[in-house]
């Protein structure tokens, strides 16, 4: 077996959350206190960073492991930086990135790769074990998942989709406080992140309380889009209250398959084809239909960034998922991604375990059927259950005057 060494290497890759530094602070904790004798390296842009080896050495911002860590876990984004870099097949090497990855891994001694990302990340982790499992590379690989988008398969849910489905649904319950003041027809239509799962606009559900109407109808991707019925849902809506509140995915799609907020241009380096707006599409829709009163609202990349209102549920579990990625590794496991198992919902309580990283790459979890209420275009009790374990508990960050305290490693 060749063998790059015992250092170790940890990136981050795909869309940032508000999570998603809590597993880095597990992992580099684990890995500090775990592997005190050798190199914790980060990569700077992810899988990028690694090729044109701009690395972290990690014990120097972190040299006592847990110490010093809080700050990096309430802080959003991608702290070590991001990238969207889809890799080759193990088998096509033309352009030499196996060879190079191979050199690097040897010259910095790594002996264990993790990367912390949503599905193409787990995509990247999948080709990086089988390229080291071909070319007998001792390198212990594991994925630690990370997406508000919560669609990778066998996980539970995943890390960064609780603090992304609190601000989604605070912000629906902050919206119909809004939209409620007035008592002539109307509608607001808020489009929620979410091209081929709808996991993240169905929490938009959970607006609905004891101090709340909260949001009225729901679309998601995984059932066909009718205009009709929508125009029939709003009508129903009309006969409750003046003001509709609706939320969209991103990804709803005609029964004829076409995306509504497809702007007709090139798919990116994935493969997804590339939205310009279906809200706004469905504003114009709706405006048409009634003449009345309508409103637009795209939350955009705050639903990610928002760690202002984060679940402690998420973040603890978060930072737990990246230690656990890091033990298993160390216990010489390779080829996983690390995955939340519930238990139970009330009380709610979950474990992790390791699954598969081929069986998980590049397959979708959608909202499955008996989460949807089809007939009332909204989430079953089942739904709720799922979801409001995910939300619990609040953590706040440290303030500076006036605004909330982030960690920033320099520029390479």
């Known amino acids: 077996m060749l063998k790059p060494g015992n250092n170790a290497v940890i990136g981050q890759s795909g869309g940032p959350t508000a999570a998603i530094n809590a597993s880095l602070a597990g992992a580099i904790s684990k890995l500090v206190s775990e592997n005190s004798d050798n190199k914790v390296f980060g990569m700077s842009n992810g899988i990028e960073g690694l090729l044109k080896e701009k690395l972290y050495d990690l014990k120097h911002f972190f040299p006592e492991g847990s110490d ?38 040897k ?27 071909e070319n007998s590379v001792d390198l212990k690989c594991i994925g630690i998942p990370k997406t508000i988008d919560n669609d990778l398969i066998l996980t539970d849910h995943t890390p960064g989709f609780g603090c992304a489905a609190k601000y989604v649904a605070t912000v629906f319950s902050e919206l ?26 169905a929490a938009s559900a959970l607006s609905r309380s004891a101090y709340s109407d909260g949001v009225d109808l729901i679309y998601l991707p995984e059932v066909p889009f009718s205009y009709d019925k929508l125009f029939d849902d709003i009508q129903k809506v009309w006969g409750r209250h003046s003001d509709v509140l609706i939320a969209v995915s991103e990804g709803i799609r005609l029964e004829n398959g076409v995306y509504v907020g497809a702007d007709g241009s090139t798919s990116d380096i994935f493969g997804h084809v590339k939205l310009s707006g279906a809200a706004k599409v469905l504003e114009e829709k709706i405006r048409s239909r009634f003449g009345c ?40 496991k390779t080829g996983f991604m690390s995955g939340i198992v519930r238990d139970c919902d ?12 081929h069986s998980v790459a590049n397959k979708v979890k959608g909202v499955p059927a008996d989460y949807i209420d089809m007939v009332n275009s909204f989430v079953t009790d089942k739904a709720l259950s799922y979801l409001k374990p995910l939300i619990s508990g609040e953590i706040y960050p440290d303030y500076s005057d006036g605004i909330p305290k982030h960690f920033i490693f320099p520029k390479i």
Not at 71 to 87: D, E, I, N, V, Y
Not at 176 to 201: I, N
Not at 298 to 326: K, M, W
């Open 68 to 105: 010093g860590l809080s700050l990096p876990k309430t802080t959003p984004g991608a702290a070590l930086g991001s990238c969207r870099f889809k890799l080759p097949a193990p088998s096509d090497d033309s352009n030499g990135i196996y060879r190079s990855l191979l050199n690097i891994l």
């Open 107 to 133: 010259k910095y001694r790594i002996g264990y790769f993790f990367y912390i990302g949503g599905n193409d990340s787990m995509d990247t982790i999948s080709k990086i074990s089988a390229f080291a499992e």
């Open 176 to 201: 119909r406080r809004d939209t409620s003041v007035y008592t002539q027809k109307a509608v607001t239509v808020v489009e929620v992140m979410g091209r081929d799962a709808g996991w993240l606009t």
């Open 293 to 332: 009163k309508v409103r637009s609202v795209e939350l955009n990349t705050p639903q990610r960034c928002a760690s202002h209102i984060s679940s402690a549920a998420d973040i603890s579990e978060s930072f737990d998922i990246g230690a656990y990625a890091v033990e298993c590794a160390l216990n010489g």
């Open 346 to 357: 009330s009380p709610y309580k979950t474990h992790f375990e390791l699954f598969d990283i």
